[in-house]
């Protein structure tokens, strides 16, 4: 039996090897080559269809193609980066909101703070007196700076946003 199947393999060897219709030429084309009987009992070769372009521009269109679509995003893909920077960006306006309470509350807090102290100095003599107006000129200058920091804020912000 191994003679038989050696046999058999060495035949379709030498089959490949012999010219005719069935080369593989011939079966890449998807069709035999067609014949017609002419005037005369002549035998005309009809014209085949067109040609299948050569398999190295078939490789090249196709590594193009998968290139392209590569570099392309995909909805999905677009998708999650939209909602990440919607997340990211939702952050941000929250931590934009809370600092702006929170200065908001400050200038509460010290405007507060500044009338409790210069209703405490009506009611004090002394040396505790000067300790208070050098508190209320200490809230003052706080003041000032919390308000150039505020400005300095809100010209970044522009500048990021611009």
């Known amino acids: ?16 090897l012999r010219p005719g219709p069935l080369r593989p030429e011939n079966i890449f084309r998807n069709k035999f080559p067609t014949y017609k009987n002419g005037s005369n009992g002549i035998v005309i070769k009809l014209a085949d269809g067109p040609e299948i372009p050569p398999l190295k521009e078939i490789v090249a269109k196709e590594t193009a193609y998968l290139l392209d679509r590569r570099q392309r995003l995909s909805v999905r893909e677009l998708a999650m980066k939209f909602e990440k920077g919607l997340s990211t960006a939702t952050l941000l306006s929250n931590e934009v909101k809370w600092r702006q309470v929170v200065l908001m509350e400050r200038d509460i807090l010290l405007k507060n703070l500044k009338s409790v102290l210069e209703s405490l100095r009506g009611q004090v003599t002394g040396k505790t007196k000067d300790e208070i107006e ?24 522009e500048e990021v946003t611009n």
Do not use: F, H
């Open 134 to 157: 050098e508190s209320i000129s200490m809230v003052e200058i706080l003041t000032v700076q919390l308000s150039k920091r505020e400005a300095e804020l809100v010209q970044q912000k």
């Open 1 to 16: 039996m191994t003679k038989a199947a050696t046999i058999y393999g060495s035949k379709t060897q030498s089959d490949a």
